[in-house]
């Protein structure tokens, strides 16, 4: 059965605007979830993955993904990301 994407009944609604301008520094954590209200500028196996941002590039940001072995480099939008704390 192929994966529903669709957002949350909570979620629907506006984008807030504070999620598409923060800002993240350089070793920042960061979740990959797509926004399904933009059209996607990243590959959806992405989905749910973590990763480090090392850059910031434009409006985007450069994050290094681990992809099974390989580590992969992306350039992805702030209102993709959503920063998390690494437990300690």
């Given at each position: 059965m192929a994966k529903k994407?669709?957002?949350?009944?909570?979620t629907k609604g506006k984008i807030r605007l504070s999620r598409y301008f923060q800002?993240?520094?350089q070793g920042?954590?960061?979740?990959?979830?797509?926004?399904k209200a933009l059209q996607p500028r990243f590959p959806s196996r992405m989905q749910g993955k973590t990763g480090t941002v090392e850059t910031k590039r434009g409006n985007a940001f450069v994050?290094?993904?681990?992809?099974q072995n390989k580590e992969?480099?992306?350039i992805i939008e702030p209102i993709h990301l959503k920063k998390i704390n690494?437990?300690?």
């Open positions: 994407k669709r957002k949350n009944i909570r800002q993240l520094k920042d954590k960061v979740s990959i979830v797509a926004e994050v290094k993904v681990n992809d992969k480099t992306f690494p437990s300690k």
